[in-house]
């Protein structure tokens, strides 16, 4: 009888708690974010000359990315959410007979305004680590530094339109800009 009583009486605790717990709504709540897009511009690093008489042209902002982060959304502010990601940029060239490339991690920050469920807009900082441009052995290898600079998103749920202005500058204090749009996708877990 003793642990009949004891049972029954955890039970219910057990159930009043999962009931609590339920009915209150965290301050914050946190999503996993993973990010993927292509962004065009910045000035020119290198232009390729291809046996066949083509060309291509290498920029500082070009490239494709990935990245993972988490997206913060706040009860008692609805319309407020907070995106920070951590990724891999990566630009290489046609070459068949070469492995010319430039890549970064990119760090964002972005706090943005829900205009609506759909709609959303975003301003916030980047920053690019470990930008290396590799030219395997047909130009010299640069290691840029890069500077701290705005990012603007405006999306409509799951892609968005994006602008970065940033530079990176050579050990020689040659400055190039890496300022680049482009198109994103994103998705958060759980998307509830």
């Known amino acids: 009888m003793k642990k009949l009583i004891t049972s029954w009486l955890l039970g219910f605790l057990l159930i009043s708690f999962n009931t609590f ?3 209150s709504t965290p301050p914050i709540i946190a999503k996993f974010l993973i990010e993927g897009g292509i962004e065009y511009g910045g ?4 232009k390729i000359t291809f046996t066949n008489g083509e060309d291509q042209t290498m920029r500082a902002g070009q490239g494709g990315y990935i ?3 988490g997206q913060f959304e706040f009860t008692e502010v609805e319309k407020l959410m907070i995106r920070t990601t951590i990724g891999f940029k990566y630009n290489t060239t046609a070459a068949d007979n070469a492995n010319i490339r430039l890549t970064r991690i990119p760090l964002t920050l972005i706090p943005y305004w829900k205009i609506n469920e759909d709609f959303r807009f975003g301003v916030g900082i980047t920053s690019h680590q470990g930008v290396k441009f590799k030219g395997d052995g047909f130009v010299s290898d640069i290691d840029f530094k890069s500077s701290l ?6 999306g409509y749920k799951w892609v968005a339109l994006t602008y970065t202005s940033i530079n990176y500058k050579t050990p020689t204090e040659e400055n190039f800009s890496a300022s680049s749009v ?9 998307n509830k």
């Not at 000035?43 to 290198?46: A, K, R, S």
């Not at 600079?149 to 405006?154: A, D, L, S, Y």
């Not at 482009?182 to 759980?190: M, N, T, Y």
């Open 149 to 154: 600079g705005p990012r603007v998103e405006f």
């Open 67 to 69: 990245a993972i982060g």
């Open 182 to 190: 482009g198109l994103s996708a994103s998705f958060a877990f759980p």
């Open 21 to 23: 717990s339920q009915q």
């Open 43 to 46: 000035d020119e690093i290198l």
